[in-house]
């Protein structure tokens, strides 16, 4: 079981705008910033989101995220069929001194 | 341009051992924290270990303290995971990446670690 917990699925059409969420607790994203990572199937990892809601140069301005409380969002506007992947959200947490990921969310563009 | 490298993986016997390597290039290996991720075949990813930049201070998951040794030789720009006693449930794709602050940057593309009789 996850220390973050993520929806495992998603789905949108092509041009719709989806969301993913991302929940931990106080010693997490209560604390510290929120990264997201996007994993396309058969590939490594790549940081998507960092601190948050920055976005490493060359990543699309589709892709968005916020923080609230204990909560993460990362939003993907006019979702493409190249946006199908895995999603990963992540933050330290104080209490395990590590990072912690969530346990993905699968996202099926339909 | 930033590579990371992994290498070393393969099919272990339970309660053996293997040593994983990361190659890095691009970018200037000793300024950098480094760490290990992995991933089992159809799970999320967990992650294992990190270091410092000059190697003196490592952390590691709480359910792999004293089986697995993570170290570092910044002359050969590399980076590395010493498994023992290795389990069926140590099975998994490793990532090694490159910590930047509070993320993890750059990954490498992995080495698959296979423990079975």
């Known amino acids: 079981q996850s220390v973050l917990t993520q929806p495992p699925s998603a789905s949108g059409t092509p041009g719709q705008r989806v969301t993913i969420s991302c929940s931990g607790s106080s010693s997490s994203i209560g604390t510290n910033t929120v990264n997201w990572y996007q994993q396309l199937p058969g590939t490594a990892p790549k940081l998507l989101i960092y601190s948050n809601s920055q976005r490493p140069s060359g990543v699309p301005d589709r892709f968005s995220g916020s923080k609230s409380g204990t909560s993460a969002s990362l939003a993907i506007s006019g979702l493409q069929s190249e946006d199908e992947a895995d999603y990963y959200c992540a933050a330290w947490d104080d209490s395990l001194n590590g990072p912690v990921f969530g346990g993905g969310t699968k996202l099926a563009v339909l | ?117």
Request: glycine content about 12%.
């Open chain 2, 1 to 117: 341009e930033v590579q990371l490298v992994e290498s070393g993986g393969g099919l272990v016997q339970p309660g053996g051992s293997l040593r994983l390597s990361c190659t890095a290039s691009g970018f200037t290996f000793s300024d950098y924290w480094m760490q290990w991720v992995r991933q089992a075949p159809g799970k999320g990813l967990v992650w294992v270990s990190r270091i410092n930049s000059d190697g003196i201070r490592t952390l590691y998951a709480d359910s792999l303290k004293g089986r697995f040794t993570i170290s570092r030789d910044n002359a050969k720009n590399t980076l590395y995971l010493q498994m023992n006693s290795l389990r069926a449930e140590d099975t998994a794709v490793y990532y090694c990446g490159r910590v930047n602050g509070d993320h993890f940057d750059y990954w490498g593309q992995g080495t698959l670690v296979a423990v079975s009789s």
